[in-house]
């Protein structure tokens, strides 16, 4: 009871800690709870003895995550958690390994495009009884886009913690220059504006596209054209419709606004071309915001952000995100979710996102993104957080998609070159897949 | 054989190497082809050095300053900001989100801990090594060539194909990590510092550049030793080892750097903060789209150091221990 | 000379045979002294290599439970893999770009360096620099000096008019390898100029003198003595440089990801086709099989070098 009137208040998590610290000092062993009646539910119960748990990410030596871990263990004095580090850029590499072996974490923090790879080969915990207990995770109040990427045929493997969007970031001053008023906001207009902004004499270009992400940032075009990428009942892919080729043939066509010399690079290294004025537009995550203003200085004030153009279909984008994750070899997988539901509180959440100094990430909880106050210090994060209904996220129920995206991903980029025209392109990437799709 | 004239009256016990290996005189007089030679290496070390120079100089500025051209080659704001992030002795928290919240006792703990591995290993793999090259190069024995050729063909064996069968041995290890005898129930060598060290121990390429280098020991030296009756133990020890100093030296070198550099070992076996390594740790500041550059930058400074400086120290020795062509002449 | 012929004509008098009778005694002792080392290397190096060979005839997809037995079809469908096959060719590139460079780039630097100059200790530290950065941060700097714009690379070469338009570099499928063979090149000299040196230094003086006697000029006893001299050397450097670069994976995987896409990505090397199949696609059974077929390639080529290596060296 206590817990759910602080909750509603959104009172500080430290208070909500102290009062639960008081109450298990009281009352040992959390009794209460077990004896809620059956219309409550069953609450989990934290373990009576000491308890590690252990939780694979790289962001264990963030100060926020330490000092939540903290507040868990004072709330829970049973249970600690115990932080394993590994590189981001391993991370999958080394959990395969440890579940391979046996000995995977309790729960980790992964990229939510682990998730499927993860829960599609058995190695996650379905959360769906201790969400149905849980009196913090609301299914319902989660973005759809994100929702959508922590379930696995319907059950929830996952809980979204973090989230960005795809957005457009635009040079005002060259937008200025070329007597363009704003940024675009249909097809047509980016069509347009692009061509206005590119002067490859001058090195100057309208927009950048990179081979190696190339189905990644072709996505959202793909759904704005009405397209999709996977059909689960028929078990075939979908990216070779005439939506798709629409999409396709408009994206690659904005190549030759592109500079050449960025095509096989990517979009971390192409932010310099933008901070150098010689793109004038880039499509990227909020991450994109917070690095112009951390290391590229010299341009505050002279960019902004925007959702990306609508496409025939309407809007929509792509999104990315992080999420919390229990494996099934954990010994201990109801102290396990204990911690990841603790995170997934909106006041833990928030304080993850918007409210950390350096963070350009968003809480994927509609309750949270439709509160105004938390975006006043960060203005840029605004548009995004309103585009994040717009977020797509296709829900493949495939353990070969990574496959079969790595391989979109290869005919898009030759196509980028020039190797070959963007129908082509979708043609054979529909057969590669269809032949990895019939190889088991 | 001009490299045996000190053999005669080599002390029993001496660890001094008494082969010398025959250095180049020459007089020095001037020539324009020095000239040549001085202007060559000197362009051609700048070459060398400017990548290292660039780091050394993106770690010396904040972070926005960092890529621009022209290239700056002295930083216009210098700071140490960076190094004292690293090295957790800042004030300023400038991404409080970013990995740069390590603290100093992590630091150094990472350092201990690849110093005391690449130690542990290059003193396991002197040992092991000298006396599996030994035999190799002074023994026979039946299937001698067969284990020899064995151990170098599994240096051509792709690293990443037997990571996870490797993996399900270390964690089946009998009687470790909480592992029964028949190596169930626990996490075995997973996560502890026996799994960096004792596969590490033995390593063909060291085995063969120690083989290499003893068989210049002259047989006759060994032969006489045996006559006088010393055991093969003795042998090895009083004569084999001490002679061999250079070439150890070397492999010690190679070892040391090689094991103070391995990433993919730690990264893959250890979980925990306390077991942490130099490069792994340095690797969790590269997050996708939100890598600490300057941090990362003045880390790796600081982790390369010591090995420029132990090349600095024992060069010399470095040159002298490799012998690739036996010692005709 | 003199002590030397005395114990020679000492152990002579005192019997070879016994010595020779005394180690054929204790031969025990050769498998003693190696028992560690071996059960080390069966445990940690030929168990490993036995258990993923058994690995690739399943398929083996490293969560799922179920492993089934597939026979030889991963090796089959080897055969008509494109993506494969291009690798073996991407990576040959890489290899007969790498080696002579390195090999002649070590061996210059360390014949200039082979002589009483100032300042030898520092020379060879900048040039051995390289190989003591972590090849993590070498690859992202690397990335960094072919950025086309904002590189150093381009800017000097720009600066000094060896190219009038600026290089795509590691964007372009022309220009990706031969920028990843510099950044090797680069990083593996150092090694090659030490172990140069030290062969350089074997080489006895008088043979230099008694050709200068003769009136040989410098390129002449390079080319009569130096060169073949250090045959065994450069024999040993081809073998440990061909396993490396049949190896390459670090640099690849942080500057290009094997591309600029194009059929099969133009740096897309085998090592770096292994990890792609093992650890993004799970197939660690096709992954092993792949491996099995790179061990095996690389074993031909290196076992001929090896006994060539060996005979010229223990002649």
């Not at chain 1, 962001?59 to 590189?87: C, R, S, W």
């Amino acid at each position: 009871m206590v817990r759910k009137m602080l909750l509603s208040t959104r009172v500080a998590v430290l208070s909500v800690a102290l009062a639960t610290f008081a109450v298990a000092c009281g009352v040992s062993n959390d009794t209460g709870n077990n004896n809620s009646g059956p219309s409550a539910g069953q609450t989990v119960a934290p373990p009576k003895t000491d308890t590690t748990i252990t939780f694979a990410s790289w962001v264990g030596n963030t100060k926020t995550m330490q000092d939540l871990a903290a507040a868990f263990h004072k709330e829970y004095p049973t249970i600690t958690v115990q932080f394993q580090n590994v590189p981001a850029e391993q991370a999958n590499e080394k959990l395969l390994t440890q579940v391979a072996g046996g000995t995977a974490p309790d729960t980790a923090f992964m990229d939510m495009s682990g998730v499927t790879d993860f829960a599609s080969r058995g190695a996650l915990v379905d959360l769906s009884k201790y969400i149905a207990q849980s009196k913090y995770v609301d299914t319902s109040d989660y973005v759809d886009a994100w929702a959508v990427g922590a379930q696995y045929q319907g059950k929830w493997y996952a809980l979204p913690f973090d989230g960005e969007t795809t957005g457009l970031f635009y040079r005002t001053d060259m937008f200025k220059a070329a007597g363009i008023d704003g940024p675009p906001a249909t097809w047509d207009e980016f069509q347009a504006d692009v061509q206005k902004l590119t002067d490859p004499a001058k090195k100057q270009y309208g927009f950048i596209e990179f081979a190696p992400e190339s189905a990644y940032y072709w996505y959202p075009f793909l759904w704005q054209a009405g397209g999709d990428l996977y059909n689960n009942d028929t078990g075939k892919v979908m990216f070779d419709s005439p939506q798709a080729k629409q999409a396709a043939n408009f994206y690659i066509g904005l190549a030759k606004y592109s500079p050449p010399d960025y095509y096989n690079s990517n979009s971390w290294d192409g932010r310099v071309a933008f901070a150098e004025g010689k793109v004038a537009m880039y499509e990227a995550g909020s991450w994109f915001a917070g690095e112009m203003q951390t290391s590229f200085p010299k341009i505050d004030g002279k960019w902004d952000s925007a959702p990306m153009p609508e496409g025939p279909a309407g809007c929509a984008t792509t999104i990315a995100g992080d999420d919390l994750v229990v494996f099934s070899q954990s010994k201990n997988p109801d102290a396990a979710w204990l911690w990841i539901e603790f995170l997934s509180r909106p006041e833990n959440m928030l304080k993850w996102n918007v409210l950390e100094k350096g963070s350009t990430l968003l809480p994927p909880r509609q309750s949270l993104l439709s509160d105004p106050a938390i975006f006043e210090k960060k203005p840029v994060l605004k548009g995004f957080a309103d585009n994040m209904k717009c977020g797509v996220t296709s829900n493949i129920q495939t353990p070969k998609w990574s496959q079969i995206e790595e391989d979109l991903n290869q005919q898009l980029g030759s196509a980028i070159y020039g190797d070959m025209t963007p129908s082509q392109a979708l043609d054979k990437a529909a057969a590669d897949a269809a032949d990895i799709l019939n190889k088991s | 054989m001009q490299t045996t004239e000190e053999i005669g009256h080599l002390p029993p016990g001496s660890a001094a190497p008494a082969i010398k290996i025959p250095r180049r005189r020459r007089q020095i007089r001037f020539k324009p082809g020095r000239l040549v030679r001085y202007a060559i290496l000197i362009g051609g070390a700048l070459i060398f050095v400017a990548p290292f120079a660039y780091m050394l100089t993106s770690s010396l500025q904040p972070a926005g300053r960092m890529f621009q051209n022209p290239p700056q080659w002295i930083p216009t704001h210098p700071t140490l900001e960076n190094f004292k992030t690293f090295l957790g002795l800042s004030s300023v928290q400038a991404h409080e989100n970013s990995q740069a919240n390590v603290g100093t006792t992590t630091i150094v703990r990472w350092f201990l801990n690849s110093t005391f591995v690449a130690t542990t290993v290059t003193l396991g793999q002197l040992f092991f090594g000298s006396l599996a090259a030994y035999c190799y190069a002074k023994r026979t024995f039946p299937l001698r060539n067969f284990l020899f050729f064995l151990g170098l063909a599994t240096m051509m064996v792709p690293g990443q194909v037997t990571i996870i069968p490797t993996y399900i041995i270390m964690k089946h290890m009998p009687l470790f990590g909480g592992n029964n005898i028949a190596g169930i129930g626990g996490h075995g060598w997973i996560d502890s510092y026996w799994v960096l060290i004792v596969p590490a121990l033995v390593s063909p390429f060291s085995v063969f550049l120690l083989r290499q280098y003893m068989r210049s020991i002259p047989d006759e030296l060994i032969d006489a030793a045996r006559v006088d009756g010393a055991g093969e133990f003795k042998i090895y020890r009083k004569i084999v080892l001490p002679l061999s100093a250079p070439a150890l030296a070397a492999v010690a070198i190679f070892t040391f750097q090689f094991f103070w550099e391995d990433f993919y070992g730690p990264l893959i076996y250890i979980s925990s903060n306390s077991l942490t390594t130099l490069p792994l740790g340095l690797a969790l500041y590269v997050v996708k789209n939100r890598t600490a550059w300057s941090v990362l930058m003045s880390g790796s400074v600081v982790a390369t150091l010591p090995m420029i400086l132990v090349f600095l120290i024992f060069q010399r020795k470095f040159v002298q221990g490799i012998s690739l062509q036996g010692l005709k002449g | 000379m003199g002590q030397a012929e005395a114990v020679r004509v000492e152990v002579a008098k005192r019997g070879y045979l016994r010595a020779k009778l005394h180690e054929a005694r204790n031969e025990w002792t050769a498998y003693l002294f190696l028992s560690p080392g071996l059960i080390l290397f069966f445990a940690f190096f030929v168990y490993p290599l036995i258990f993923s060979f058994w690995i690739s005839f399943h398929e083996w997809d490293i969560l799922q439970p179920a492993k089934p037995f597939v026979g030889l079809q991963n090796y089959r469908d080897m055969l008509h893999d494109q993506g494969f096959i291009s690798s073996i060719w991407h990576t040959l590139y890489f290899t007969i770009g790498t080696i002579p460079l390195e090999l002649a780039l070590g061996l210059l630097v360390a014949v200039l360096l082979n002589a009483q100059i100032r300042g030898l200790g520092l020379f060879r530290t900048m040039y051995y620099l390289p190989v003591v950065t972590p090849l993590v941060v070498a690859s992202i700097i690397w990335k960094w000096v072919y950025n086309t714009d904002y590189g150093l690379a381009n800017y000097y070469l720009l600066k000094t008019h060896l190219i009038s338009q600026p290089l795509l570099w590691l964007s372009s499928n022309k220009t990706a390898m031969p920028a990843v063979i510099l950044m090797t090149v680069w990083k593996g000299v150092g090694f090659y100029m030490i172990v140069y040196l030290a062969g350089l230094q074997a080489i006895p003086a008088q043979l230099y003198e008694a050709a200068e006697v003769d009136g040989a000029s410098g390129l002449k006893r390079f080319w009569k003595i130096t060169l073949p001299l250090l045959a065994p050397t450069t024999l040993f450097l081809l073998i440990i440089s061909f396993i490396g670069s049949f190896q390459v994976f670090t640099q690849i995987f942080i500057m290009t990801q094997g591309g600029p896409p194009g059929p099969g990505g133009a740096t897309t090397t085998i090592m770096y086709y292994i990890y792609r199949s093992a650890f993004q696609f799970f197939e660690m059974g096709y992954a092993a099989a792949l491996a099995y077929a790179l061990f095996a390639m690389l074993l031909v080529f290196s076992i001929f070098q090896f006994r060539y290596y060996m005979r010229q060296a223990e002649a």
